[in-house]
């Protein structure tokens, strides 16, 4: 009973929540009109994903400081087969927030000798799992929809990563790639100068994200009220086969953090939404995004573009489509 209040109060907000309501009221807005629903949905989505967001990104970034680029680069260095690319997956849910800022990191682990499979499971898996995501997920959904779309996020990075390393493309690597220069040095901070980086991390990840989550929320806002449940349904319900294909092409030409489709997969699971059919959506934003393939297309030729991007594709799809099936699992 205590988990549950602590779950209801720090992670739901249940309190915002009712003071956003009363807020909201007391302009002359009813919370259950289409436009008082709304408002109320949209200062509350906001308000609550940027608190949580800051608090996150705080403490993420100061744990981040013990694990720099060197430090996992050596803990990953020597290892190879399965192992690795567990390790490698791991590793990557307590580094950057979206894909674009992983692929600096994934040059200097390519450039280091590591094994190219092992750098795929980091680099699928740095944009598309992490502790916010495990948090923000639990705060809108449940703890055992979180921790799932956790254990699927790490199976496509684990998979998606040893299915690359066993097709031995290292040639399809561009050559400045391999001529990186690769630090070997691990400067030590102060315990100032940790807190500093995580106060920085604040502001340059919140300064980069609002734009994205506030358009998440308000096209959230705008699913939960305006738009009939029976038209969502008829598109996207889980009866139909093409819901997990769908949202999976609707989400690779977004570019968003998960921060930015939580508000989005709220609504849509609000709708009757299958479970798999949101999570194959987020997946193909945070991880497949248009402009980090783009990035992605400087450092890689276009054949191992094609297979990294298919292999994530797949593992996206066959997650989704088993997650409608066993949807009933997690209600």
Known sequence: ML????????????????????????????????????????????????LLLSALIFTVSYGQTYFPPERTRRILGGRAGLGANILAALLGTI?????????????????????????????????????ASIILLASIFNWSIALAYVAVGLA?????????????????IADFVRKA???????????????????????????RVWPYVLIGVGLGALI????????????????????????TLVGIPMYADIFGTLPVAEALVGKGVGLGTVLAFMMA?????????VLLKRV???????IFTGVVT??????????????????
């Open 314 to 331: 797949g593992g996206i799809l066959a997650i989704g489509f088993l997650f409608n099936a066993i949807s009933g699992w997690f209600i």
């Open 95 to 131: 580094t950057p927030f979206c894909s674009c800022s992983s692929i600096p990191i994934f040059i200097g682990f390519t450039a280091a000798g590591l094994p190219l499979g092992v750098t795929f499971s980091f680099l699928i898996s740095s944009p598309l799992v992490d502790l």
């Open 156 to 172: 496509v990075a684990i998979v998606g990563g040893t299915l690359i390393g066993h097709l031995r493309l290292e040639s399809q």
């Open 3 to 50: 988990f549950g209040w602590l779950n209801d109060q720090l992670l739901r907000m249940v309190w915002l929540s009712d003071l956003v309501t009363a807020g909201v009221t007391a302009v002359g807005l009813d919370p259950a009109s289409r436009l008082g629903g709304s408002v109320q949905f949209f200062v509350y989505d906001v308000v609550k994903i940027f």
């Open 285 to 293: 934003v945070t991880a497949l995004s248009l402009p980090s393939l």
């Open 181 to 207: 220069p690769v630090s070997d040095t691990e400067s030590a901070m102060t315990r100032g100068e940790r807190l500093a980086y995580a106060r920085d991390q604040v502001v340059e990840i919140a300064a």
């Open 300 to 306: 890689v030729k276009m054949p191992l573009l094609v």
């Open 224 to 247: 939960h009220n305006w738009i009939p449940q029976a038209a969502i349904t008829a598109l996207l319900g889980q009866d139909k086969w093409w819901s997990v294909p769908l949202a």
